[in-house]
């Protein structure tokens, strides 16, 4: 990976809660504008969210914006946070390399994953599961790892 400001990796990790605040979209935007302010090589968010209800997006769409699959059970969709961020971006001229995984269903309307973005192109990507999916009714929820590779 190339690094920024004397070989030093700037990683920014964040919890997003995506899609559960009044102003999505100004989150979004405060988001894009972090990432670029602060020329984060590598950003980590968790509960990225997507509606279950969307459409999926399409491929020349996703990969027009950097997207590389992480192999996930579930489709990148229109309204995903990740994919929004990405478009910000894009439209800014910084566009990243980035990935998305689903990890679990959140309050039977979302499917809530995890997002990766690089400054640098993205060679490889995993997703692996660290805990097992719970019984039915338990409040333990399967916790996954992911994981890329820049060139």
Known sequence: MALSRNKTLCLLTLNTHSLMHEDNEGCLQTLADLMIRE???VVALQEVNQK?????????????????????????REGNY???LSQILSDRGRPYAWTWGFAHEGY?????????????????????????????G??????????????
């Open 138 to 151: 338990a409040r333990i929820i399967r916790r996954r790892l992911a994981g890329i590779r820049t060139a």
């Open 39 to 41: 020329q984060a090589d």
């Open 52 to 76: 279950t209800s969307e459409t999926p997006a399409e491929a020349h769409r996703l990969s027009s914006l950097g997207f590389v699959s992480c192999g996930s059970a579930r489709p990148v």
């Open 82 to 84: 990740a994919l929004r």
């Open 108 to 136: 039977a309307t979302f499917d809530e994953g995890l997002a990766l973005f690089s400054s640098s192109p993205i060679l490889e990507t995993r997703l692996k599961d660290i805990s097992r999916e719970s019984r039915p």
